[in-house]
């Protein structure tokens, strides 16, 4: 309770009510983004929102963090929390993710303009990589029992698509403005990570479209028999409604490997896209891919719905 119980309840609901009723009487204008879009400049009072076209989100979860206590085990749950979460946005930040945030037990970026896929895919492929050689050895190391019957890591979700954004609080407070995405991306790469076991990392049906022809992300690399076509497993992200294509997406249990992760992250994000070791994995997977009708099918509507946005249907 507040020391002194100034809030008369009944005065604050009539002000929202008068609020919503001007917010509905009149259309907030929105505004195509354009190249020097900053976020830290968007307008809090001024009823404007950006459209952004095509927006990449990645989400990181950590899986059994309501697990970790804040009694007995307050100090080892803040380590995890800072090892983990930090760990993370620098990551994130290293990749030039253009919008970072903190969420719940994990973090989300956001990366648009430029070579926004290969950002993203870099950076939740990292997260992954991260969490399964470096953050929970480390862990397991060090709290044993608890690592066994509560196993932790990061799950990851990747998912992209069109945003309104706008920032939303107390004018004139920062402490109390966020800027608000609204729109799919976000809400789906939540799902997707959910989804996903731990070391885990999940795209949406957008994101594969837009890697499947990267050697460098979808087969593997020439240790251990590659390069191979084994890489991605179809999976379809339950959360999202059926009737959205975006839901049959793919998921990679792998890692960076610790001989080629170096070198193909920058390859990747020099705009390279074709191994030469790779010809032969590169059929084997056009072939796998065309056997599954159900992802063909999501594709071609996803491959329509791009088309008449920009106008050729
Ligand atoms: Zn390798």
């Known amino acids: 309770m507040p020391q002194e119980s100034t809030v008369s309840l009944d005065t604050l609901l009539a002000e929202l009510d008068e609020m919503g009723k001007e917010e509905f009487g009149s259309k907030p204008t929105v505004e195509e983004w354009d190249d020097d879009f900053d976020v830290t400049e968007l307008p809090i009072e001024a009823r404007k929102w950006i459209q952004i076209p095509d927006v990449v989100a990645v989400v990181a979860d950590l899986k059994n963090s309501t697990h970790l206590g804040t009694g007995k085990h307050a100090a080892s749950t803040a380590s995890i929390y800072q090892a983990a979460t930090g760990g993370t946005v620098s990551i994130y930040n290293r990749f030039g993710a253009d919008f970072i945030a903190i969420q719940g037990d994990g973090a989300f970026a956001l990366f648009w303009g430029d070579k926004r896929y290969e950002r993203a895919l870099c950076s939740g492929i990292t997260v ?18 608890h690592a066994e019957d509560f196993p932790t890591g990061f799950k990851v979700g990747v998912a992209s698509g069109r945003v309104l954004v706008k920032r939303i609080g107390t004018p004139r407070n920062l402490s109390e403005q966020e800027p608000v995405w609204a729109g799919t991306p976000v809400n789906f790469a939540t799902k997707a990570a ?21 050697d460098y992300l979808t087969l593997t690399c020439p240790c251990n028999g590659g390069p191979s076509a084994s890489l991605w497993d179809d999976v379809t992200v339950a959360k999202i409604p059926e009737s959205n294509s975006e839901r049959e997406g793919r998921l990679l249990s792998a890692s960076w490997c610790t001989v080629h992760g170096d070198e193909y992250v920058s390859a990747v994000l020099d705009g390279l896209k074709k191994r030469d070791d790779a010809e032969d994995a590169r059929a084997a997977l056009r072939k796998k891919l065309f056997a599954n009708a159900l992802s063909v099918t999501a594709q071609q509507k996803r491959r329509d719905a791009r088309n008449r946005r920009i106008g050729l249907k």
């Open 194 to 214: 959910q989804q996903a076991e731990r070391h885990e990392l999940i795209v949406t049906g957008s994101v594969w479209d837009h890697i499947e022809r990267n």
């Open 128 to 145: 992954k990589t991260f969490s399964s050689l470096h953050l929970v050895p480390r862990l397991e190391n060090k709290w044993e029992t």
